[in-house]
């Protein structure tokens, strides 16, 4: 047996578990192309690949060209910028100065228990630590950089507000802007199709690669960095790990196609938390964009379905109220709320009324019974709901559904009862996939049994491990900023 062992090295190791038995058809792969091999001739060279041009990518290519390594970056779309690019620009950080200034208390612990308890658990808790750990550090250096943070908020998940919101195309700007100016080579119209494996030491050396059908080969020669995004645009990995939320729509960057974590899948790559992906709820019925989205439960709103009953608590995470949602006719969820509400969500970034109200997304009316004709509700029905829930508001109880707070476990639920009052049909839209390849606390890419894949790295969407079972507000675009960096220092080290 022994003799066995100290014949199977670590390439035939990965060719029998990732490839053999049928597992390359698993991922969807020809198991004779599956890995490239090195090839006679490199078309270029640089220190480390980058797979992605989106916040992790870049993250990273400014981290590494400022401690002057050569750095490629590869974006197969158009435009730089990716999930980030069109998400609500809230970034999860912890114990920061604009927090101090607001005499908001926060530190990495009590971040630390968020995430635990958004996430049941299910988190890895040294990647919770990792994230927490080099959170705080990452907020300064993007201040340094010149990123520029316009306020915080409450959001998803939070026991206090922690959301630190910044303009997406200006954050990523100044990454680009750095990396380039530092000697990064960004290519666009470029897609990563396979890992290169160095078969003699079984390290991630480079990557191939094609533009415009033209095949090329890229060496990294201290490692290849996974910041490919997810697979939000791929039927048959969603089929494959949520069918359920197939049925919703998808808002995401348009490289959202999985082509990153089934490249490292096929070096036997774990994966994590793809079973708890979900839609998120708040979106317009018909959504064009990412600002097609108002979070007005979290400022008291109830949400009733078309029979103008409540069905969910609506303090929890977004994505669970995305799976409530799901299971209601046609998937709808109505926010119904008053002018004192909507007062206080106007002052949010992701609650904000009127830029949806200006789409015609918002009904109005001075009574309840108004409102419910105007978006096909019973107003008998629809009254009682409102009138009991106000009854159980006065006495600080939910019997039905158990809402003591506003989100996670901040605030106090108010009475809808201020004319005029409003209505926003919403659903639920997939817009990010959360889980993917497993790293660890160095953001390398782990195998099944928990070893890294030599200078394999990743960050971002591709990744699994950091939330669990749900998701709290900021921690995706925080998460690939954040092991972005952790990937590019720890190729440094």
């Known amino acids: 047996m022994t003799d066995v062992k100290r014949s199977l090295n670590r390439r035939d190791f990965v060719k029998v578990t990732a490839l053999g038995a049928g597992s390359a058809a698993f991922v969807g792969l020809d198991a004779t192309t599956a890995m490239a091999k090195v090839p006679e001739k490199w078309d270029q060279e640089a220190d480390v690949i980058v797979i992605g041009a989106g916040g992790a990518g870049l993250s990273a290519a400014a981290t590494l060209a400022a401690a002057h390594k050569t750095v490629i970056v590869m974006e197969k779309t158009p435009v730089m910028g990716g999930s980030s690019l069109i998400c609500g620009g809230a970034l999860t950080f912890a114990g920061t100065d604009m927090q101090v200034a607001a005499n908001i208390k926060d530190s990495n612990e009590l971040l630390a228990k968020d995430l635990m308890t958004v996430g049941a658990n299910m988190n890895v808790p040294g990647l919770v630590k990792a994230y927490t750990d080099n959170q705080?550090?990452?907020?300064?250096?993007?201040?340094?950089?010149?990123?520029?943070?316009?306020?915080?908020?409450?959001?998803?998940?939070?026991?206090?507000?922690?959301?630190?919101?910044?303009?997406?195309?200006?954050?990523?700007?100044?990454?680009?802007?750095?990396?380039?100016?530092?000697?990064?080579?960004?290519?666009?119209?470029?897609?990563?199709?396979?890992?290169?494996?160095?078969?003699?030491?079984?390290?991630?050396?480079?990557?191939?690669?094609?533009?415009?059908?033209?095949?090329?080969?890229?060496?990294?020669?201290?490692?290849?960095?996974?910041?490919?995004?997810?697979?939000?645009?791929?039927?048959?990995?969603?089929?494959?790990?949520?069918?359920?939320?197939?049925?919703?729509?998808?808002?995401a960057g348009l490289g959202s196609q999985g082509d990153g974590l089934k490249m490292a899948w096929a070096y036997g790559a774990d994966i994590r938390d793809v079973s708890y992906i979900k839609a998120t709820f708040g979106f317009s019925l018909e959504p064009n964009s990412i600002k097609d989205f108002g979070l007005v439960f979290y400022h008291g709103a109830i949400v009733v379905n078309k029979a103008g009953q409540r069905f969910v608590n609506e303090s929890k995470s977004y994505k669970l109220l995305g799976d409530a949602a799901l299971?209601?006719?046609?998937?709808?969820?109505?926010?119904?709320?008053?002018?004192?509400?909507?007062?206080?969500?106007?002052?949010?970034?992701?609650?904000?009324?009127?830029?949806?109200?200006?789409?015609?997304?918002?009904?109005?009316?001075?009574?309840?019974?108004e409102l419910a004709?105007?978006?096909?509700?019973?107003?008998?029905?629809?009254?009682?709901?409102?009138?009991?829930?106000?009854?159980?508001?006065?006495?600080?109880?939910?019997?039905?559904?158990?809402?003591?707070?506003?989100?996670?476990?901040?605030?106090?639920?108010?009475?809808?009862?201020?004319?005029?009052?409003?209505?926003?049909?919403?659903?639920?839209?997939?817009?990010?996939?959360?889980?993917?390849?497993?790293?660890?606390?160095?953001?390398?890419?782990?195998?099944?049994?928990?070893?890294?894949?030599?200078?394999?790295?990743?960050?971002?969407?591709?990744?699994?491990?950091?939330?669990?079972?749900?998701?709290?507000?900021?921690?995706?675009?925080?998460?690939?900023?954040?092991?972005?960096?952790?990937?590019?220092?720890?190729?440094?080290?």
């Open 373 to 493: 004709k105007k978006v096909g509700l019973t107003a008998a029905t629809l009254e009682e709901t409102v009138r009991e829930y106000n009854a159980n508001v006065d006495k600080g109880v939910d019997p039905q559904f158990g809402r003591q707070t506003l989100v996670a476990g901040y605030g106090t639920p108010v009475k809808i009862e201020k004319a005029p009052f409003y209505a926003f049909p919403s659903t639920a839209v997939v817009i990010g996939t959360y889980g993917g390849a497993l790293v660890n606390e160095k953001a390398q890419v782990l195998d099944i049994f928990g070893n890294p894949i030599p200078k394999l790295y990743a960050a971002g969407e591709v990744t699994g491990g950091v939330h669990g079972a749900a998701y709290m507000t900021g921690t995706a675009f925080g998460k690939a900023i954040i092991f972005g960096r952790i990937a590019a220092k720890n190729i440094l080290s």
């Open 327 to 369: 299971q209601q006719p046609d998937g709808v969820g109505i926010q119904i709320f008053d002018s004192a509400i909507r007062e206080d969500a106007d002052k949010d970034p992701f609650s904000d009324v009127k830029p949806l109200e200006k789409k015609n997304f918002i009904y109005s009316a001075p009574t309840l019974a």
């Open 136 to 251: 705080l550090e990452t907020y300064e250096w993007l201040k340094q950089s010149g990123v520029k943070f316009l306020q915080v908020g409450i959001a998803s998940g939070m026991s206090v507000p922690r959301a630190h919101y910044v303009i997406p195309p200006d954050l990523l700007k100044v990454l680009s802007d750095q990396a380039k100016a530092n000697g990064a080579k960004i290519l666009m119209g470029v897609a990563a199709t396979r890992l290169v494996q160095d078969e003699k030491t079984g390290d991630i050396c480079g990557v191939m690669a094609e533009r415009n059908g033209r095949k090329s080969y890229y060496h990294g020669r201290s490692g290849v960095i996974l910041a490919s995004g997810g697979f939000c645009y791929s039927k048959d990995l969603l089929m494959r790990f949520v069918p359920e939320i197939t049925k919703a729509k998808v808002l």
